[in-house]
């Protein structure tokens, strides 16, 4: 079991800048594959970023691309988003995701663990 908890959501005009952070409890996941996706209202959720907990890979949407960043730090055992330039259309519930290892993958039902998500709203 894996246990995942976000952080850092809130407010923030257009072309500010948020960390959003998954603090990753519970079993061995070093070879897990770590996903951040959003979900805006009346949308479906959408991937944004994933990399493999062993840092070895990481995959963005295009219109995040040269925008976000996702990291991890293993000392800390926490998977950070790091959100510069932000857009209104950037406005979701932002969860972080993960699975026992294969591939990185943008699909949300290929993920085992989910956070509870926190709220961005990017003002215009």
């Known amino acids: 079991q894996v246990q995942l908890v976000e952080s850092g959501g809130g407010l923030a005009q257009a072309g500010g800048s948020l960390r959003l952070s998954c603090a990753v409890s519970g079993r061995t996941f070093f070879y897990y594959a770590m996903g951040w996706f959003r979900q805006a209202p009346g949308k479906e959720r959408e991937f944004v970023a994933a990399m493999r907990w062993s840092g070895d890979s990481t995959s963005y949407t295009d219109s995040v691309k040269g925008r976000f960043t996702i990291s991890r730090d293993n000392t800390k055992n926490t998977l950070y988003l790091q959100m510069n330039n932000l857009k209104p259309e950037d406005t979701a519930v932002y969860s972080c995701?993960?699975?026992?290892?294969?591939?990185?993958?943008?699909?949300?039902?290929?993920?085992?663990?989910w956070g509870q998500g926190t709220q961005v709203t990017v003002s215009s």
């Open positions: 995701a993960a699975k026992p290892g294969g591939p990185l993958t943008a699909t949300p039902r290929a993920y085992d663990y």
